[in-house]
């Protein structure tokens, strides 16, 4: 059902916004090309024919715009721009053709909106995007060193690779030719700056994690098996509002369930669909293979977990480990691909995780 008077469409682009407005009343399309200035899209959403409502797609620019819009009185609509619907046939695509097509689906209330986060929530998950990214450099800057002896025939077998004794290892490696001396140098402090990069994040994290909003639902989620401190904050951050969600629509909701291609009499299931954010979704992934191994409540990690968490999170959290430590037996007993059998995990546990977060 349509409320507002007047629909706009939103095209934003870093330099620019081109904008579409239709008239419910009088039919009347209105197209106009905008600056990127917030205060400029604001003043000439505002000026039209209210009630008013905005949609654009969520993007880099971010969601400053919308909490513009809606201060000022504007009901606005981030738009998935996976879930907008488009006409199979169309060819032809512009900033002015987007903005009319955001404008008339808004105005059908075809719009599948994202969630809006606050100021501080969207800065903790800024925190937690750059953990991830250190992550993947890290792992970058390793296997850019490690392949570096490799192909001097140079491999670590003393134990396990990265560990304190095989960092003094790497100082150690010397070579002749001061090209190649330079190279693995070079490597190897890109690797440490990283490490270190990562280690401050991590802290920063750890520190956020016990002093803030996201507290009291990390401290429940820590009551499951594979929920660190640090994985229970960032799927904090990441899913934000738990409760727009529910125990089956999450694991749909971070692509963890099978893609199905059925016609008729036919049913065929393929692999997961990943869709949704990949950054939980992979989390969850390893969460999962933490109950693999028999579960033992008598952990003194999982006991400082529960110590952190009230009595209704600690049963919660027990039953939950003890259901998916049932389930891995049970795939195994079946011959299941491990594989297989831990994207199941991973998607009973995203049900595990929205009943611990949700708890008020």
């Known amino acids: 059902m349509v409320i507002e008077r007047t629909s706009v469409g939103l095209d934003v682009h870093a330099r620019s916004v081109v904008a579409a407005a239709i008239d419910e009343v009088s039919g009347e399309l209105t197209q106009r090309r905008l600056g990127a200035s917030v205060e400029e899209v604001v003043a000439w959403v505002t000026g039209l024919p209210g009630p008013v409502a905005a949609t654009y797609e969520a993007g880099p620019t971010g969601f400053g715009l919308a909490r513009a819009l809606r201060a000022a009185g504007v009901r606005c609509e981030v738009a998935a721009p996976s879930k907008l619907q488009r006409p199979v046939g169309d060819r032809v695509k512009t900033d002015a053709r987007d903005a009319v097509h955001l404008a ?8 599948v909106a994202v ?3 606050t100021v501080e929530a969207e800065a903790a998950r800024d925190l937690v995007r750059a953990r991830e990214d250190a992550r993947g450099d890290l792992m970058a800057a390793r296997h850019r060193v490690s392949k570096l002896l490799l192909r001097q025939g140079i491999q670590y077998a003393e134990g396990k690779a990265w560990t304190v004794a095989h960092l003094a290892w790497l100082r150690r490696q010397r070579f002749e030719l001061p090209g190649l001396q330079v190279a693995f140098d070079a490597g190897y402090d890109a690797m440490i700056a990283t490490l270190d990069r990562r280690g401050r994040l991590d802290e920063a994290i750890a520190q956020m994690a016990g002093n803030s909003e996201f507290t009291p639902v990390v401290d429940r989620l820590g009551c499951l098996r594979g929920i660190s401190t640090l994985t229970g904050f960032a799927l904090a951050v990441e899913i934000g509002d738990w409760t727009r969600l529910d125990g089956r629509r999450i694991g749909s909701y971070l692509g963890l369930v099978p893609s199905e291609h059925s016609s008729g009499a036919s049913r065929a ?4 669909t990943k869709t949704g954010n990949g950054h939980a979704r992979r989390l969850l992934i390893e969460a999962a293979w933490h109950h693999r191994p028999t579960y033992r409540p008598s952990s003194p990690i999982m ?3 529960w110590d952190r968490a009230g009595a209704e999170a600690r049963v919660r959290g027990h039953a939950g480990n003890q259901r998916l430590h049932q389930r891995w037996l049970a795939f195994q007993a079946r011959g299941k691909r491990t594989v ?5 995990i991973a998607r009973e546990l995203a049900g595990w995780c929205w009943s611990l977060a949700a708890m008020t």
Do not use: Q
Request: charged residues 20%.
């Open 115 to 117: 969630t809006v986060p």
């Open 303 to 305: 006991r400082a977990r």
């Open 104 to 111: 008339r689906l808004l105005r059908l209330g075809e719009i």
């Open 269 to 272: 299931l393929g692999g997961i």
């Open 340 to 344: 297989v059998a831990n994207a199941a």
